[in-house]
């Protein structure tokens, strides 16, 4: 119940921006048919945005005869954290990262770059995928999803409102002037990235400690944590620089901070996120390293198994 409050807080909030930005654009008449924009994409975004950032993203699905290693390893987390097994993506970027998406558990998705998979240990491969799980088992994805959806809507919906020059019903030009014009196609974006940052960076420590617990070893997390942030300095996602409105719901940010990504940061700073996880370590005496708690799911690659290097062999992605 709590996550559905917060995604009724959200809806509103949204809501009233794009209100704000149809007045803007029309006065009296520009906020009525701004209003039932937003009652409709509301309702739109409920039910399709998670396919919508899928989309976006090019996430292609992952079958089990495609990926059977990766498969059995996210069947495995999901059955420990109590969930149904979540769909399956993969996205063809180099930069290590992944998401989850969807309205609840039983239409959630987890969707990981072929970076992480190439660039990540078995083990820290399992601490990002049982952070994404945690997530579903919070509802947090709808907040997540629908976030994305409306925030980058804003935007073109200031943008809209700028090119066809802000007028109201009776053709004279919206309240605020040419000013108000150049204002709202500014601020309406950076108005959503506030609502976004307000609602992302404390769950990522709730993600991160039942993560921990999913996984069977916070310290798998932690690592993997530290080389996400270490590749995203090094490695650019030209695909996620050009949807900024999705950023909030990877795992790490994946914007390079080249332009002002940095200015309202959807994540908490990850050094912090890592001491508390090994706090959690060695609250549950699982500091020791990668050999407690694992979960069920095979141990040791076979030969020619996706994960690792068969006999002679190079080294394939486990999504076949």
Known sequence: MN???RTAILLAGMTALFVGVGYLMGGRQGMVIAFLVACATNAWA????????????NAEPISPESAPRLYH???????????????????HEDQPNAFATGRNPENAA???????????????VAGVVAHELAHIRHRDTLIMTVTATLAGAIGM??????????????GRRSPFGPIGAILMIVLAPIAAMLVQTAISRSREYEADRLGGEICG???????????LEQFKHGIVNPTAEAHPASAHMFIINPLSGLRFDN????????ESRIAAL??????????????????SYPATPSPGSPWGRAPGGPRRGPWG
Do not use: C
């Open 278 to 295: 090994r706090q959690q370590a060695q609250a549950s005496g699982r500091g020791g390293g990668y050999g407690s708690g694992r979960p």
């Open 263 to 270: 200015l309202f940061s959807t994540h908490p700073p990850t």
């Open 217 to 227: 070893n916070p310290l798998w997390l932690a690592g993997a944590l530290g080389k």
């Open 110 to 124: 987890v969707a990981v770059n072929t970076g992480l998979l190439d660039r990540m240990s078995e083990e820290e």
């Open 157 to 170: 919906l200031a943008q809209f409102g700028f090119l066809f020059g802000g007028r109201d019903e009776d």
């Open 46 to 57: 409920y039910w399709n945005s998670d396919r919508v950032v899928l989309s976006m993203h």
């Open 3 to 5: 996550g559905y409050l």
């Open 73 to 91: 390893m996210v069947a495995a987390l999901a059955q420990r954290a109590g969930l149904p097994m979540p769909a399956l993506y993969v996205i």
